[in-house]
């Protein structure tokens, strides 16, 4: 018979396992630490490469066009490269352009958000590709948030829980998944084509109802989240003082999940609005040089409109698109912001 470890022994097998766990803790935390650190250096990097191309240095002459004189860049350089390597690019100046000279150029400016594209990058705007989005956003939310909201109620609250209801929640989630040039596809044979006599063919409507489809199942699982995460003791105590299903869903339920329904829906939609392969699939322009005024109007969004500048082989076009990615970052950002800051506000509401 083999000995029983005697409490000394007990101490240090304890001791030696403890220690174990503590390295791996440490070493896992390290691990997360370093990625994290990788991720905030690969973003630090894409926005100094965004931010030195909008506001960038530029060889400039003048040029008479429609009866004003409006200047011509020649060749642009970035606003590091101005800033630290002043003299290279005088020299290259001299020897490629020497009639041009070296000015600061911003390609965020007035005009960038009040004209339209144009093929002069000097005299090109991005007002109809910003009005496009928001007129998109508009509609997505319309269309999606009702929906969504409401398939979430009833899968969670009135569906089926035996087999039938698994199967739903599995394709619900796997539709989440899906990319979302399958959805383009779709749109583009159900609204473009079978619809065309609602939608009008190729139009905002039929973009906003397949950006709908895109962010729906995204928002239905949200939805459920929040939904699920209620307390049962809120539902419990409102049905023993004689509540009926719909007065605790709505007096109880909705408001105390609403923060991350929300929440959820914000992000969809940050989603959506830099999507391009759907809006592509269906039919989305490249050039629109007017405002979009109704839901059968034909339009480009701000994704598309980038693409194409970057498409061009003028370097002009691509600080135009880097000053473009700055505005859509800016909007990105601001969204997921009023997102946090809704979510907390309806938390102490409620």
Partial sequence: MSALPTP??????FADNLARRQR?????????????????????????????????????TPRELRGQSVPQVQQTWSLWEGLFQRDAIKKEMAAKHPDATLQFYSWINIDFFTKYPSRFPELSGFRSAILGSIFMMILVIVIAFPIGVGSAIYLEEYGARGWFGRIVDTNISNLAGVPSIIYGLLGLAIFVRSWESITGGRTVLAGGLTLSLVILPVIIVAGREA??????SLREASYAVG????DTVSSHILPSAFPGILTGTILAVSRAIGE???LITIGALTYIAFDPRGLRDIFT??????????????Q???????????VLLTMLL????????LRRKFERTW
Avoid at 243 to 246: E, G, L, M, P, Y
Avoid at 301 to 314: K, T
Avoid at 316 to 326: D, K, P, T, Y
Wanted: aromatic fraction near 8%.
């Fill in 243 to 246: 509540a009926t299903k719909w």
């Fill in 24 to 60: 791996r803790t440490a070493g896992f935390r390290i691990f997360c630490l370093v990625m994290t650190t990788v991720g905030v250096l690969a973003l630090a990097a894409l926005m100094q490469d965004i931010i030195g191309s909008t506001f960038s240095w530029a060889a400039v």
């Fill in 334 to 341: 601001s969204m997921n912001a009023l997102a946090i800051v």
């Fill in 8 to 13: 000394a022994m007990q101490r240090e097998s």
């Fill in 316 to 326: 002009a076009f691509h600080n135009l698109a880097a000053a473009g990615i700055l």
């Fill in 227 to 232: 939904i699920r995460a209620v307390p049962p």
């Fill in 301 to 314: 969004v701000m994704p598309i409109q980038l693409y194409s500048w970057i498409s061009l082989p003028q």
């Fill in 276 to 278: 391009t392969a759907p």
